[in-house]
């Protein structure tokens, strides 16, 4: 059974930071590309960031770019997103995904809240 677990989330302030984590079960965490998506109210999901797999290209969204840095500890089937200087508008459900040829599966979410 694939489990995808979020922790992570919670209050920031503006100009603050946190770091998400996705703790993968049920996989060959090495084979999968490793994503993470998030979903404000109202709007729809969008794709923040991605790391390929063995350590190997990242994706960032242009809202996020410079501020926020994936990063994946395949030993612990884990992956990260560091997020700095953090703005209002990054206020959204974080969602971590794990995509393998047509597989993907998705995580419950961490919901994050920046205040202005």
């Known amino acids: 059974q694939v489990q995808l677990v979020e922790s992570g989330g919670g209050l920031a302030q503006a100009g603050g930071s946190l770091r998400l984590s996705c703790a993968a079960s049920g996989v060959i965490f090495r084979w999968y590309t490793m994503k993470w998506y998030r979903q404000a109210p109202g709007k729809e999901r969008e794709l923040v960031a991605s790391m390929s797999t063995a350590g190997g290209g990242t994706v960032y969204a242009d809202s996020v770019k410079g501020r926020f840095t994936i990063s994946r500890d395949d030993a612990k089937a884990t992956v990260y997103l560091q997020m700095t200087n953090l703005k209002p508008e990054d206020t959204a459900m974080y969602y971590c995904?794990?995509?393998?040829?047509?597989?993907?599966?998705w995580g419950q979410g961490t919901q994050v809240t920046v205040s202005s």
């Open positions: 995904a794990a995509q393998w040829v047509t597989a993907t599966y």
